[in-house]
């Protein structure tokens, strides 16, 4: 993980979150979401427009000043042209971005499709619909991530997505101590300490991320 | 009072209707929770997004079973994922379930099931229409008569 200062807006305490996803409906239902946990909010249709608005098309993109900084990517993984599997992968190709959190949402609990993503690098994989609930946690930890780090204790987030763990069979019951009483709990790279000593839970509980849809 | 209290005892037992009913789910109480003084139509402003959502999918889907030279169902497949994305988001329970069938019938390639599916999410589309603009003018007449709204666990 990078230096904190690079990834967190000096000074100011308010995350701002960039939220991509191709439906409008979603868009503006996690917008309030973010908004109501006090989280500044860029929302876009497309992984095209997102790589624009980071400025990672080419073009000076709209983050020329550190007050536009983005903290937090969540993306929805079913896009028509650029799916949010493959934004993920250019966010965490390009030198300047890949420190920032990148969080997928779907609708659908596909297990191989969770496994890749946070292979590729993806912080969580929420399950649609995205709960107050999860945002809240979110940001709680990308703020209690950073003063972890300042601590001296830094984690590669890759290190806990590596295959030596079998996959749990019963994913839908996360058992770890700072999981939340509801299903869609999973411990964040920040919740280094009990991860650490749990490494099976954490990286079942990553899975842990399902609930019975369809 | 008297007419306040009226108004808000109809809105409980509709809303209470709504979702013993199905026609929402928990996720339609959510979104109720979110809204609040910043946005105070966030949720008539949603369910806007989901009707549109609804007509344009609904006639992208009818376009694609119409097709007499053989049905593109992934087309087909990819308007109904969407709408049970949005359907899923706003708490739209009964739209939501037919979707989950109309996507088994796209990936069985069944055309009948297919249109039978589409029959049915056109008249469930329509019902969950009618019952929340029901329920949101029973909100303003209450809010018209200066009472507050109640929330309905």
């Given at each position: 993980m990078a230096v904190a200062g690079e990834v967190l807006p000096s000074g100011s305490q308010e995350l701002h979150v960039l939220a991509v996803d191709d439906s409008h409906v979603d868009r503006k239902v996690i917008e309030k979401l973010l908004k109501i946990s006090s989280c500044k909010v860029t929302a876009v249709e497309s992984g095209t427009r997102a790589l624009q608005f980071l400025g990672l098309d080419g073009g000076k993109g709209s983050l020329g000043f550190n007050s536009f900084k983005v903290n937090l990517i969540m993306t929805d993984y079913s896009m028509p042209g650029m799916t949010g599997y493959e934004l993920l992968k250019k966010i965490k190709q390009s030198s300047a971005f890949r420190e920032i959190p990148v969080v997928i949402m779907s609708s659908e609990n596909v297990l191989t499709r969770i496994d890749r993503c946070l292979e590729e690098g993806a912080e969580e994989f929420l399950v649609k619909p995205v709960k107050l609930s999860d945002v809240k946690r979110l940001k709680d930890c990308i703020m209690r991530g950073e003063k972890e780090e300042n601590g001296g204790r830094r984690v590669h987030k890759r290190k806990f997505e590596d295959d030596s763990h079998p996959p749990s069979s019963t994913p839908t019951s996360p058992s770890t101590p700072l999981a939340s009483p509801s299903l869609t709990a999973a411990p964040f790279a920040c919740d280094i300490a009990t991860s650490e000593l749990l490494s099976s839970p954490l990286h079942s509980s990553k899975r842990a991320k399902l609930r019975n849809s369809d | 009072m008297d007419v306040i209290n009226q108004l808000q005892r109809q809105f409980i037992d509709y809303s209470t209707s709504l979702h013993r009913e199905g026609f929402v789910d928990d996720q339609f109480t959510q979104l109720q929770k979110l809204q609040d003084e910043s946005?105070?139509?966030?949720?008539?402003?949603?369910?806007?997004?989901?009707?549109?959502?609804?007509?344009?999918?609904?006639?992208?889907?009818?376009?694609?079973?119409?097709?007499?030279?053989?049905?593109?169902?992934?087309?087909v497949d990819a308007s109904v994922h969407q709408l049970k994305g949005s359907s899923s988001s706003i708490g739209a329970m009964r739209v939501k379930n037919v979707c989950i069938a109309f996507r088994s019938f796209c990936e069985a390639q069944n055309r009948e099931g297919c249109s039978r599916c589409l029959q049915q999410v056109t008249h469930e589309y329509s019902l969950v229409k009618n019952k929340l603009q029901t329920l949101f003018r029973l909100e303003q007449q209450i809010l018209a008569a200066g009472g507050s709204i109640p929330v309905v666990e």
């Open positions: - | 946005s105070p139509d966030f949720v008539v402003e949603v369910a806007s997004l989901f009707f549109e959502d609804c007509e344009k999918l609904i006639n992208n889907m009818a376009r694609a079973l119409e097709q007499q030279q053989g049905v593109d169902f992934k087309q």
